[in-house]
């Protein structure tokens, strides 16, 4: 019973490719987030979605597009895939907006 | 604009010694403060946070840490380190919604 789950765990993809990271939470939080890590370990908030409202975009090129179905899913479609897009991208979710989060394993993209 | 700072990347200490691992932060507001850890190939866990009220907060696995507003620093401690506790922390504050992570430090306790 993972609190928080995403799929894949490892995504080995080419350049210009377009390739989807799912994210689910059993917790029954409102609100969801996507964060990148990169290889030196700096971790990078990207969005943050309250009860499947966008309520934050920080300056990520328009290639990534999340989408949140309904409130336990933020699934991260990322199109274009370029090298610097290799990373380790976490989910995580909160109660409420600004609570202690709780996060996914991540999914280690590489692109080739 | 907020950010969080954690002046040491690594911090080695000896099993059974006390350690710090310090964090200071720059907001205008009010900010909930956090502390994460990260084991190898793991995504991040909650250790502990302040909200309000006492300036010194007890988390996990013995962790604790103290609330300095004058001094706008949130330093995590352990009265005595064990090797488990070797990895990632990062310090982390949200305000009016916003959440910002330091850039981490590597916690390093040699038996």
């Known amino acids: 019973d993972t609190a928080v789950s995403q799929t894949p765990k490892y995504l080995v993809t080419q350049m210009g490719n377009d390739k989807s990271i799912k994210c689910e939470q059993n917790?029954?939080?409102?609100?969801m987030y996507w964060y990148k890590q990169d290889s030196k370990k700096f971790l990078k908030i990207m969005f943050s979605y309250n009860n499947k409202e966008l309520i934050i975009n920080e300056t990520v090129p328009n290639r990534f597009s999340p989408k949140s179905p309904d409130k336990a899913h933020l699934n991260l479609h990322i199109n274009s895939l370029e090298l610097g897009d290799s990373a380790v991208y976490f989910c995580?979710?909160?109660?409420?907006?600004?609570?202690?989060?709780?996060f996914g394993p991540g999914t280690r993209l590489t692109v080739l | 604009a907020q950010s969080v700072a954690q002046p040491e990347d690594q911090v080695n200490v000896a099993e059974g010694n006390p350690l710090t691992v310090k964090c200071t932060y720059s907001?205008?507001?009010?900010?909930?403060l956090f502390w994460y850890v990260q084991y190898p190939n793991r995504g991040l866990q909650f250790l502990l946070k302040y909200i309000t009220g006492d300036n010194l907060v007890k988390g996990s696995y013995g962790f604790e840490a103290e609330f300095n507003k004058s001094q706008t620093s949130f330093h995590l401690k352990k009265p005595s380190a064990l090797v488990s506790d070797s990895a990632l922390y990062f310090c982390a504050l949200t305000n009016a919604g916003k959440s910002t992570f330091g850039d981490g430090t590597t916690l390093t306790v040699k038996p």
């Open positions: 917790l029954g939080h409102d609100t």
């Open positions: 907001v205008s507001g009010n900010p909930y």
């Open positions: 995580a979710s909160s109660q409420v907006n600004g609570n202690e989060q709780f």
